[in-house]
């Protein structure tokens, strides 16, 4: 399985099984163990708190700076979890459409003839090619 479809899986697992108990597992535990738990916003954040746990209850608005200096073990809420997957999952997808992008860019050189980039004029058939990357891109466009 590659990361995508892992991410995929996860994230519609945890979508699908909301209200099954998975914080009230997690936070039974946390009622007794000095620990950080993550979730998603401060709204969660407030909702955790309600459970009176040992530990910090944390955001991932702030995750950097409240888990500086720090060595406890995390929990994570399933609302962080789904978060974290949503934003991993954008983020593949942008990347895989600039990728798609590229290809195209690097597809209209090839069928020019320019078997590199740059901005060197070459004949082809009479007629002069010079087309750069950032030509072929905006032309994609």
Do not use: W
């Amino acid at each position: 399985m590659n990361a995508k479809k892992e991410l995929i899986t996860l994230g519609n697992y945890f979508i699908a099984t909301r209200q099954v108990g998975h914080t009230t597992a997690m936070m039974e535990g946390a009622k007794n163990t000095s620990c950080l738990i993550l979730t998603s916003n401060q709204m969660g954040v407030d909702r955790l708190k309600t459970f009176k746990p040992k530990g910090d209850v944390i955001s991932i608005q702030n995750v950097e700076q409240d888990l500086r200096g720090r060595n406890q073990p995390l929990l994570l809420d399933n609302e962080a979890v789904v978060t974290v997957i949503s934003h991993a999952l954008e983020e593949i997808r942008r990347l895989e459409a600039l990728r798609s992008h590229y290809k195209k860019a690097l597809q209209k050189i090839a069928d020019l003839g320019g078997g590199y980039l740059g901005s060197e004029d070459r004949e082809y058939d009479g007629n002069v090619c010079a087309m750069t990357a950032r030509e072929a891109l905006i032309e994609v466009k």
